[in-house]
């Protein structure tokens, strides 16, 4: 695989357990990577990590539904490493009321958390895209990769407000590929990247149980993947890298599948 020496990444949600995995991943490859994130404390941390493994990065703290902010922090990146060539839209996560559990129909819907789960899935990737792609459509060149879900491919029980949100991310995923190349040239190549299943912050009580044993939806998803096992957020980053790099030179409008392989599993 080609290096990324010489690339400048940005990486919204690099706080997190995915983003940061997936930006970890570029500084290893020698990308100059911007962290961005609302936390400015788990921002920093995530940038020292970096730093700490001997690669590049800074810290942009931001909201990813602020345009002014966002529009601060690509004046920062700039500044400091030059104009983005990668953009990975990993912000995004779950909100309580946008979900159905178990003793809930899908006529207990709360419509506000439905609106808030999209808002920040869905505007949460577009509009970081229009910032820091603009200037990827000026210099004709660059790579945006989004974060999808398993969830937009298959219908999982409870998750009805972000299921619908990343079937949004994949199809704006197909939409722009082919709008970024009739317009600006095949140097812009737009995909996304689908994760099955992995333990982060927001999900962790809901597949494991506290001393570590699996719930009996953990159960359920365990015996759905034929690899038996969740996600490590590392195993993102060879997905990532490669659609980052010239590599993937001629891939565009795509959705990769790192799930084990859950969606291919009818369970029978």
Do not use: C, H
Not at 173 to 186: F, I, P, S
Not at 227 to 233: A, D, E, I, T
């Amino acid at each position: 695989m080609s290096e990324l020496k010489g690339k400048v990444a940005v990486v919204t949600g690099g706080n997190g357990v995915l983003g940061g995995a997936i930006a970890m991943g570029f500084a290893q490859k020698g990308a100059r990577v911007g962290i961005l994130g609302r936390s400015e404390d788990t921002v920093n941390e995530r940038v020292e990590e970096i730093k700490k493994q001997g690669g590049e990065a800074i810290a942009l703290v931001a909201d990813v539904l602020d345009k002014e902010k966002l529009l601060a922090a690509k004046q920062a990146i700039e500044n400091k490493f030059g104009s983005p060539d990668i953009l990975v839209n990993a912000a995004g996560g779950n909100i309580k009321g946008a979900t159905i559990t178990p003793d809930q129909t899908i006529f207990d819907l709360d419509l506000g958390d439905f609106d808030k789960v999209n808002q920040l899935n869905f505007k949460g990737t577009v509009l970081p895209t229009l910032i820091f792609g603009k200037t990827m459509a000026e210099n004709k060149k660059g790579s945006i990769i989004n974060i999808s879900s398993m969830a937009a491919q298959r219908a999982l029980t409870r998750v009805m407000g972000y299921s619908a949100a990343k079937a949004a991310v994949d199809n704006f995923t197909k939409w722009l590929a082919v709008e970024m190349n009739q317009k600006y040239g095949d140097g812009i190549r737009i995909n996304a990247i689908a994760p099955g299943f992995f333990i982060g912050e927001q999900n962790r009580d809901l597949l494991l149980n506290k001393d570590g044993s699996l719930t009996a939806r953990g159960e359920t998803i365990v015996n759905q993947t034929p690899m038996k096992r969740f996600g490590k957020p590392e195993e993102l980053q060879g997905a990532a890298n490669w659609l980052a790099s010239d590599d993937s030179s001629f891939v565009t409008g795509i959705v990769v599948p790192v799930d084990g392989g859950f969606g291919a599993f009818s369970g029978v």
